[in-house]
């Protein structure tokens, strides 16, 4: 066991360290650009305060160098540690060499070909970390990165929505339900309005209505709230089961601020 504690944290340090490089190499290159934005800003304010007011085309091919050789660095650190920030850094230094006339060459379509592929590595590692742990966030940060993926001209995988997360969330959402009809908790009950949140925002099912076994009542049936009454109780008495609070919770919003303890003297309706 102790063995196994030590190599657990030499596994963090080892982590820990390679973090740290790999910030000081970012470091580095962001302080690299700076170098050459200054150097870049002084060519061109000599060229403005010289006699004809512009930059030679030997001051102009500096310049080129200075954008394309800092470029050049964003695509190869890119592709090293494919992040969303570095990605963000990368298309920057594009956008300032496309504005200088100088996309289409090697250096500019190779920095592209670096950001299509880290935009299609994360997309992989969203799609690895919502199948391991698929929820609202996961969902969400896996469609980002689907989106930033296509914006950026890589192919489509809106197909994963369909393939993976719709299946996933509607996965959870039935194990939600089933949970809170067994223990009808609020929080299995918000775990479950959780879960049907995620799986309809992604465009996949939504719990039935009315749930099914609920037993059916005469339709226009009301209750006024006594002092003692509680939700799970109501569920029992009209529906023959505490699992069934929620319905009644539903269909009467604004009623309860907890419900654990409705508010007496306030009339509510019991659906179906």
């Known amino acids: 066991m102790r063995l196994m504690q030590l190599a657990r944290e030499a596994r963090r340090i080892q982590r820990g360290d390679r973090a740290a490089l790999v910030d000081r190499q970012h470091q580095s290159l962001l302080a690299a650009d700076k170098d050459a934005d200054r150097r870049a800003m002084a060519i061109m304010n000599q060229a403005a305060n010289s006699a004809q007011g512009a930059m030679t085309p030997a001051q102009f091919a500096e310049v080129q160098e200075l954008i394309l050789k800092g ?4 695509a190869e650190f890119l592709r090293r540690h494919p992040t969303r920030q570095n990605i963000t850094d990368t298309m920057d230094k594009f956008a300032r060499a496309q504005s200088m006339g100088m996309d289409g060459n090697d250096i500019s379509d190779d920095a592209m070909r670096a950001v299509q592929t880290g935009a299609k590595h994360l997309v992989r590692a969203a799609r690895t970390a919502f199948l391991k742990h698929p929820g609202p966030k996961t969902g969400t940060d896996l469609i980002a990165e689907i989106a930033n993926n296509e914006i950026l001209g890589g192919e ?12 996933k969330l ?8 089933r949970l809170f009809r067994r223990v009808p908790t609020m ?6 309005i959780n879960a049907e949140f995620a799986s309809t925002r992604m465009g996949g099912p939504q719990l039935p209505s009315p749930p099914p076994r609920l037993r059916r009542i005469k339709a226009g049936t009301t209750r006024r709230i006594g002092p003692r ?4 109780a109501l569920s029992m008495e009209y529906y023959g089961s505490f699992g069934f609070w929620d319905v009644i919770y539903r269909d009467n919003p604004g009623v309860f601020t907890d419900p654990d303890k409705p508010t007496a003297n306030n009339t509510i309706t019991i659906p179906f």
């Open 71 to 74: 470029l050049k660095g964003h």
């Open 187 to 192: 929080e299995n009950c918000q775990a479950m």
């Open 156 to 167: 489509s995988a809106i197909g994963m929505i369909e393939r993976d997360v719709i299946p």
């Open 170 to 177: 509607a996965e959870q959402l039935w194990q939600a339900e």
């Open 229 to 232: 009454d509680m939700l799970s």
